[in-house]
C-alpha cells in the first residue's frame, strides 16, 4: 500500500492528505461526540468513523476534479495560443497564465524568454482529449485511502476501551502523537526544524481539542 501511495502522490501531497484529515477527525470527534448526551462506544465508532470516511470520499474526488480541472486549463492555454493571431499575443497569453509571484525574481527579458520555451513546446504538443484518465481516478482512491488509514487509529480507542469518555479522551491523545509525527516528518522534509514543525501542528491539534471540551466535547 506504500508504494501505491508513493506512485500516485508526492511526499507534499501524501503528508498534506494526512494533516487533514487528522484535523478533520478532531473535529470530527467534537462534533459527534456533542451530538449525544449519553454516547456509546459504538455509536461513537460509527459516527467518528462514518465522517472520516465521508471526508475521504469527498477528498478523492476533489482531486480528481482538480486533475481534471488542471489538465483542462492547459489545453484552454495551447488553443488560445493556436488561435493567436501573432507571436506578441501568443506570449501575452503565456504570461497571463504562468507570471505569477515566482516571476517576480526574474527580469523582464529573462521572463519574455521563459515565455518563448512555452511557446515552442505548446507548437510541438497536440492538446490531451478533456476527460478523466485511469491514474488521475487512481490518485483519487490514494487520496480517499491515505486519510483512511492515517485516521483510523483514532476510531481505534471506541473498540478496545468501554468507557466513552475515556475513550474520547484517548482517541484526542492518538491524534495529537499522529500530528507530533507528521509535524517531525514534514519538518525533515522541507529542512525546517522537525521539533519546531511538530510543536506547532500539536498546538494546533491542542486548541480543537480545547474548543470541543469548552463546548462540552
Not at 95 to 123: C, K, M, N, Y
Amino acid at each position: 500500500m506504500c508504494g501505491f501511495f508513493q506512485r500516485y502522490l508526492d511526499p507534499a501531497g501524501r503528508l498534506g492528505e494526512i494533516l487533514f484529515g487528522l484535523i478533520m477527525a478532531l473535529g470530527f470527534t467534537g462534533a459527534v461526540r456533542l451530538g449525544w448526551e449519553e454516547p456509546d462506544n459504538r455509536a461513537l465508532f460509527i459516527g467518528i468513523f462514518g465522517c472520516n470516511l465521508a471526508w475521504a470520499i469527498v477528498d478523492g474526488v476533489m482531486y480528481v476534479l482538480g486533475e481534471l480541472f488542471e489538465r483542462s486549463r492547459k489545453v484552454r492555454l495551447f488553443r488560445e495560443v493556436s488561435s493567436a493571431k501573432s507571436d506578441a499575443a501568443a506570449l501575452q497569453k503565456i504570461a497571463e497564465e504562468l507570471d505569477g509571484p515566482l516571476f517576480e525574481l526574474t527580469s523582464a527579458e529573462e521572463r519574455e524568454q521563459i515565455h518563448r520555451w512555452v511557446l515552442e513546446i505548446l507548437r510541438r504538443q497536440q492538446p490531451s482529449i478533456p476527460g478523466i484518465r485511469r491514474e488521475e481516478l487512481l490518485g483519487g482512491v490514494a487520496v480517499a485511502l491515505i486519510i483512511v488509514v492515517a485516521t483510523f487509529p483514532i476510531v481505534v480507542p471506541y473498540l478496545v476501551l468501554r468507557d466513552p469518555h475515556l475513550a474520547v479522551r484517548a482517541s484526542n491523545a492518538v491524534a495529537l502523537v499522529l500530528l507530533f509525527l507528521l509535524g517531525m516528518r514534514w519538518g525533515r522534509i522541507v529542512g525546517s526544524s522537525p521539533v519546531r514543525v511538530a510543536a506547532g501542528l500539536t498546538l494546533v491539534g491542542l486548541i480543537l481539542v480545547g474548543v470541543t471540551i469548552v463546548l462540552g466535547g
